[in-house]
């Protein structure tokens, strides 16, 4: 299951800009999947518990928008 490696690459990728900017809170990620870029969206869902387990982004949702590509990319960072 490789998409625990990609979850754990996010928040990476998002703590990175939190810590860049200042931000304090983070409300949502919002990440576009598309159902041709072999990523499988419910092991997202599964994996994201772990990925956010002792950061700040434990209260932090997970939005996927799902699109008929191959298309995997962080959309969107909803913070404060």
Known sequence: ???????YN????VLEVVRNNGLSEVEAIVLTVGEKSGVVTQ?????????IDGTMLENTA??????DT?????????AR
Do not use: D, N, Q
């Not at 191959?70 to 909803?78: C, H, P, Q």
């Open 1 to 7: 299951m490789h998409e625990l490696g990609i979850m």
């Open 10 to 13: 996010i928040v990476e990728r």
């Open 43 to 51: 092991y997202l869902h599964s994996c994201y518990p772990a990925a």
């Open 62 to 67: 997970l939005e996927i928008i799902s699109a």
């Open 70 to 78: 191959e298309e995997f990319t962080l959309k969107e960072i909803r």
